[in-house]
């Protein structure tokens, strides 16, 4: 059983930086495309960010674009976000996916393989 935890979460001042790790265990992570999501109360899950098997290919929401950065270790494991410049519009609680297929990631949420339980980001001054 392939299972995802988030960390890293907490409270930042706007204009601030959080790191989110996602560790992975119960599979091997090598071949599969990892994102970042984020959900509020009353709306849908949000894309954030993916980045392909291989750490080499990465994409991102409009509107973290410039500010967020996602990565992953040289054992394709845990992959990171890295989150700078932090608004009060980043608040919600980031979670990271994992799937075979980059594609679902981008467009197909509903269907990926694996989620993680979730970290909750507080942006407030």
């Known amino acids: 059983q392939v299972h995802l935890v988030e960390s890293g979460g907490g409270l930042v001042r706007p204009g601030g930086s959080l790191r989110l790790s996602c560790a992975g265990s119960?599979?091997?992570?090598?071949?599969?495309?990892m994102g970042w999501f984020r959900q509020t109360p009353g709306k849908e899950r949000e894309f954030v960010a993916t980045?392909?098997?291989?750490?080499?290919?990465?994409r991102y929401a409009g509107s973290v674009k410039g500010r967020f950065t996602i990565s992953r270790d040289n054992a394709k494991n845990p992959v990171y976000l890295q989150m700078n410049s932090l608004k009060p519009e980043d608040t919600a609680v980031y979670y990271c996916?994992?799937?075979?297929?980059?594609?679902?990631?981008?467009?197909?949420?509903?269907?990926?393989?694996?989620w993680g339980q979730g970290t909750a980001v507080t942006v407030s001054s």
């Open positions: 980045i392909t098997g291989s750490g080499r290919g990465t």
């Open positions: 119960g599979g091997t992570f090598g071949t599969y495309a």
């Open positions: 996916a994992a799937d075979p297929d980059l594609g679902r990631l981008y467009s197909a949420t509903e269907y990926i393989q694996t």
